[in-house]
């Protein structure tokens, strides 16, 4: 049996995971070894049945990454999106860059120079646009107030968070939650 590491576009979420697990599954692939976010280690027999595999990928909305760079954009954007929907708070206490450069093993210089290349957008400008697409959600839910908010997303204060909240979207924060402006924007589709 054989092994391979895959580095997969689209994958945001938990669901992802689970839609790729399920996929994986009808397919029969031998053996899913792991799956995360942007990643999936899977063995199989023979080179056909993992050929299957990499072409049923569209089928769920994801794309098998082969660029080296487009690899650490994924990995980039999967650590982002771990500390900001799955964090549990921890972004007030974790420092974004230094986040990032634990998850994927390189310095935040590199990673920033390697993203910008690669998307035509900076790492700092992805980080915002990821924090204020957490931040539309957690309005929608109603169950925050703007004040546990800002703390939770690590804003130094409720005017900071609802100023670049404003740049970004066009509204406050208190006319998004009245259905003002636009909506949330998927997470594959900042960068």
């Not at 999106?81 to 634990?102: M, V």
């Not at 390697?114 to 998307?119: G, I, K």
């Not at 406050?172 to 939650?177: A, C, I, L, N, S």
């Amino acid at each position: 049996m054989q092994s391979s590491e895959l580095y997969i576009r689209n994958m945001v979420s938990s669901r992802c995971i689970v839609a790729l697990r399920q996929m994986l599954r009808s397919l029969e692939m031998t053996e899913v070894e792991r799956i995360s976010l942007g990643r999936a280690v899977v063995g199989y027999d023979d080179d056909r049945q993992l050929a299957q595999f990499i072409d049923a990928l569209p089928s769920i909305g994801f794309s098998l990454v082969e660029d080296d760079g487009q690899k650490t954009v994924e990995m980039i954007k999967a650590a982002a999106i771990e500390l900001f929907y799955h964090g549990n708070n921890a972004n007030s206490l974790i420092r974004n860059s230094d986040h990032l450069s634990e998850r994927t093993g390189m310095p935040y210089h590199q990673l920033s120079r390697v993203f910008s290349e690669q998307t035509n957008t900076t790492l700092e400008k992805y980080i915002i646009l990821l924090k204020i697409e957490r931040v539309k959600e957690l309005l929608s839910y109603k169950d925050l107030t703007l004040s546990e908010i800002s703390y939770q997303m690590g804003y130094s204060s409720v005017q900071y968070l609802s100023n670049q909240f404003k740049q970004v979207t066009g509204v406050t924060p208190k006319q998004f939650k009245e259905g003002k402006g636009g909506g949330r924007i998927p997470l594959d589709r900042l960068a």
